[in-house]
């Protein structure tokens, strides 16, 4: 099923019934536009791009008398805007005629635009025909770079001026001015290689039509019969339906946020490949098939595990994958994951996941899936692709009982194993792995050592792998399900790193600012908002830890003791006396183990007196552990927090440091039950005040810890 063109159908068809309102972006303050945590433009310069439809065709459209009026006056757009302006936010009652060049179509649903000529520019609160057709609804439209007359009141807006509503009088198309010999004819696969601001001159199958906030159109997938790359265009987009055939002038770009580039070049990640600076030279206005069979078959975890150094952005593969529908407040979010149900990423949205609703009728399901990474999130912590699905289709899909062994050593097995590891260590390791969404149960796996001087085996209660003495092993894993068997082996480095000097957590916490420091601790807890952060204990003290990499963080569970190396300091401590941390660590050494964290060094204390020291964050408080009691509460409004209250003065309350209330949410089943919990404060984000951060919830005999990055 070709989900997609249906969506786009019905897509058309929504925008043609509801009324006219006000992009965000263009008037703020006329209608509120939400967007999801995840939104940000795949390119920009919005502002710059100037493209029509190369043609000298002049077309106009008559004045009908329910719009016009005899006693209108042709204005240039300065008068326009010192009419405006004397008129102010109650506008006038005459009409005007404006007459001048489009600038840029800023929402091509309602036809928001600017226009200039010699003596200004002047923004259009939305354009209509004469006869009060609305811009999208008409057959033949006037795009930037066209010169235009329209009819209307002009007013204020925030004090800025525009024409309130714009009636097209007449338009003519103007012919581009650009010098199509400066753009050679290439293929799609030599523009995604080519040199950054390269001309060319592409053709090809529109693929996937991509929106910003407000669901205007702001670019393209151009795919031919061999490879694929994102058009960055909002004057262009909207001029184009998915099977279109369309030959573009385009420019080479990788486009990178800019908040976001020098994580990227930390990670080596170039960019999302695309063309930008677009004109249309032609479009056949016709429904092609989609050229996809040149897509490489993949899995999404293979997709995911491409360094980033391999820029394979804006490419499309053919992948069976699951699709998940994840409702939160105000927006959905829809996710990509591998067979498994666990490893994937999220699908890229600017409108609170309205673009690909059509997802819906997958939820749960693994389909056949053409998916393209459109782009990364670049972080301090590390990169993440984005999804766009060109394509979906269900299939039926069923897995072959066959493929099982070779399943879960794939994605369960291999993946246990560290490619070093310190001598004198036992690991747990998986002796099965069954999947409830595969339909097979039992898949055993056992393991082989080539050096059992290093590395050995023992399975009784569970398996475990045991090192002993420095050197290497060639470990063989064997997948067993019913008669089918497969194999892979793997080599296993052991190290001496018994001569390793460490120091203790207090000795950490009282070190100087700047200082190198080598710790010995358990990995306690995950540190909230803090994707690479945990915290560390002893029997002296308990600090957070930043690892450099996520990667890093993958290597470790909550309970082994980790040797970290870091530097000691106070993290933004310009108004505050900062957030004590050891930042930039790496995992030194994991000695792995299940082991309790300490409370030694903890302080119990009433809540009373923790919301004292919370009060002021100009004492250090950041690296202490506390155990009290206090009732969990959460509040009310768009965004809730949770927080503890003092269950003797519940005008005593403390919220949980968090970016959002998910990464609280096993606090949900101790609402407004009074629970003994440990916590420490935290000040990030260097305010006056401290905010929480819970380690763990005592329930009786059970410790429930917060789990957040380990998950």
């Not at 019905?10 to 019934?17: E, I, K, R």
């Not at 000298?56 to 006056?73: F, G, K, L």
């Not at 002038?249 to 930390?266: P, T, V, Y």
């Not at 055993?444 to 398996?463: D, P």
């Amino acid at each position: 099923m070709k989900a997609h063109k249906n969506y786009v159908k019905a897509l058309l068809t929504v925008f043609l019934s509801v009324s006219l309102f006000s992009c965000k972006d263009v008037n703020p303050s006329k209608e509120e536009n939400f967007s999801s945590e995840e939104s940000s433009e795949v390119s920009s310069e919005v502002s710059s791009e100037v493209s029509s439809e190369v043609s000298s065709e002049e077309s106009s459209i008559i004045i009908d008398s329910s719009s016009s009026e005899t006693n209108a006056n042709q204005v240039t757009i300065k008068e326009a805007l010192e009419i405006a302006l004397a008129a102010g936010d109650s506008g006038t009652t005459q009409k005007y005629l404006v007459t001048g060049t489009i600038e840029i179509i800023s929402n091509p649903i309602y036809g928001e635009m600017t226009i200039k000529d010699d003596t200004g520019s002047l923004f259009i609160y939305g354009v209509y025909s004469s006869d009060n057709v609305r811009y999208d609804a008409l057959e033949d439209k006037p795009y930037a770079g066209d010169e235009i007359t329209l009819l209307g009141s002009l007013k204020t807006h925030n004090d800025s001026p525009e024409m309130d509503r714009g009636y097209i009088q007449s338009f003519k198309h103007n012919e581009v001015d650009i010098d199509l010999s400066e753009y050679p004819t290439q293929t799609i696969s030599y523009a995604r290689d080519a040199a950054i601001d390269e001309k060319m001159n592409v053709t090809g199958t529109v693929g996937f039509i991509t929106y910003q906030d407000g669901m205007i159109p702001n670019g393209f997938y151009l795919l031919d019969d061999k490879a694929s790359i994102y058009v960055y265009s909002t004057q262009v987009a909207p001029r184009v339906s998915v099977g279109n055939k369309v030959n573009i002038a385009a420019s080479k770009a990788c486009f990178i946020a800019e908040n976001e580039q020098n994580n990227a070049s930390l990670w080596g990640y170039q960019g999302s490949i695309q063309l930008s600076d677009v004109t249309l030279v032609s479009n056949d206005n016709l429904t092609h098939d989609l050229p996809l069979s040149w897509c490489e078959q993949t899995t999404v975890k293979e997709i995911i595990e491409t360094p980033m150094t391999n820029n394979i952005t804006t490419n499309i593969f053919k992948v069976n994958a699951l699709i998940k529908e994840s409702i939160s407040t105000g927006y959905t979010n829809y996710y990509i994951d591998d067979i498994d149900g666990k490893t994937g990423s999220y699908v890229y949205t600017a409108n609170n996941g309205k673009d690909f609703s059509y997802l819906k009728q997958f939820d749960g399901k693994i389909c056949t899936v053409y998916l393209s990474p459109i782009n990364c999130k670049s972080t301090a912590n590390g990169c993440i692709y984005r999804f766009i699905p060109i394509e979906v289709e269900d299939e039926n899909y069923a897995f072959d009982e066959k493929d099982a062994p070779a399943f879960a050593l794939t994605y369960y097995a291999i993946d246990q194993f560290d490619e070093k590891y310190s001598s004198n260590i036992e690991v747990d390791l998986l002796a099965s792995v069954s999947s409830t969404l595969l339909n097979i149960d039992s898949v055993s796996l056992t393991y082989e050592s080539s050096n059992t001087k290093s590395v050995y085996f023992t399975q009784e209660e569970s398996t475990k792998m045991h090192t002993k003495n420095a050197g290497s092993a060639n470990v063989t894993i064997t997948a067993s399900y019913l008669t089918y068997q497969s194999t892979h082996t793997i080599t296993v480095v052991v190290e001496n790193n018994d001569g390793i000097e460490t120091i203790s957590v207090l000795d950490a916490i009282l070190a100087s600012d700047d200082q190198e420091v080598v710790v010995k601790g358990i990995v306690t807890s995950g540190v909230t908002n803090q994707p690479s952060g945990f915290y560390l204990t002893d029997d002296s003290g308990i600090i957070a830890v930043r690892l450099n990499s996520s990667s890093d963080m993958s290597t470790i569970e909550i309970g082994n003791e980790v040797i970290v190396k870091g530097v000691k300091d106070h993290f933004k401590n310009t108004n505050s006396v900062g957030q004590n941390v050891i930042d930039s660590a790496t995992i030194v050494a994991n000695l792995y183990g299940s082991h309790p964290y300490s409370t030694a060094s903890f302080e119990q204390i009433e809540f009373a007196s923790l919301y004292e020291l919370a009060q002021s964050s100009s004492v250090d408080h950041a690296a202490c552990g506390y155990i009290t009691s206090a009732k969990v509460a959460k509040s009310g409004g768009y965004y809730p927090n949770y927080m503890l209250v003092d269950p003797n003065d519940e005008s005593k309350s403390i919220i949980f440091y968090a970016g959002s209330n998910k990464q609280y949410s096993f606090l949900e089943t101790y609402l407004n039950q009074v629970v003994d919990i440990h916590v420490t404060l935290c000040n990030w984000n260097d305010k006056s005040y401290y905010r929480l951060c819970a380690i763990a919830i005592i329930d009786g005999d059970n410790v429930i810890v917060n789990s957040i990055n380990f998950e």
